[in-house]
Nanobody
Framework: QVQLVESGGGLVQAGGSLRLSCAASGSFFSFYGMGWYRQAPGKQRELVASILSGITNYADSVKGRFTITISSDGAKKTVYLQMHSLKPEDTAVYYC??????????WGPGTQVTISS
């Protein structure tokens, strides 16, 4: 089992920056990777960025603006999403995700990011 808690969301003006954090705790025995997804009102949840077996992947819409990193400290992992040059279309609830080698997905409760124009 993995528990995820996001933080760092908020309201910023277009062009600004935010850093999201996700504290992960639990068993990482079968851990494969982590990522960030987002869901805007009326839209499907979409992948923003992920790190799977050390390989990063970004949605085309955020390439060059967002950076995902993971740090480990004993039994805890923290995944960050540094976001720059934010746009109103980046407004969404951002969810942290962890996936195991068996394909089990764990989700955080989400954090709201709102970009004003």
């Amino acid at each position: 089992q993995v528990q995820l808690v996001e933080s760092g969301g908020g309201l910023v003006q277009a062009g600004g920056s935010l850093r999201l954090s996700c504290a992960a705790s639990g068993s990482f025995f079968s851990f494969y990777g982590m990522g960030w997804y987002r869901q805007a009102p009326g839209k499907q949840r979409e992948l923003v960025a992920s790190i799977l077996s050390g390989i990063t992947n970004y949605a085309d819409s955020v390439k060059g603006r967002f950076t995902i990193t993971i740090s480990s400290d004993g039994a805890k992992k923290t995944v960050y999403l540094q976001m720059h040059s934010l746009k109103p279309e980046d407004t969404a609830v951002y969810y942290c995700n962890a996936i195991t080698v068996y394909g089990d997905n764990y989700w955080g409760p989400g954090t709201q990011v709102t970009i004003s124009s």
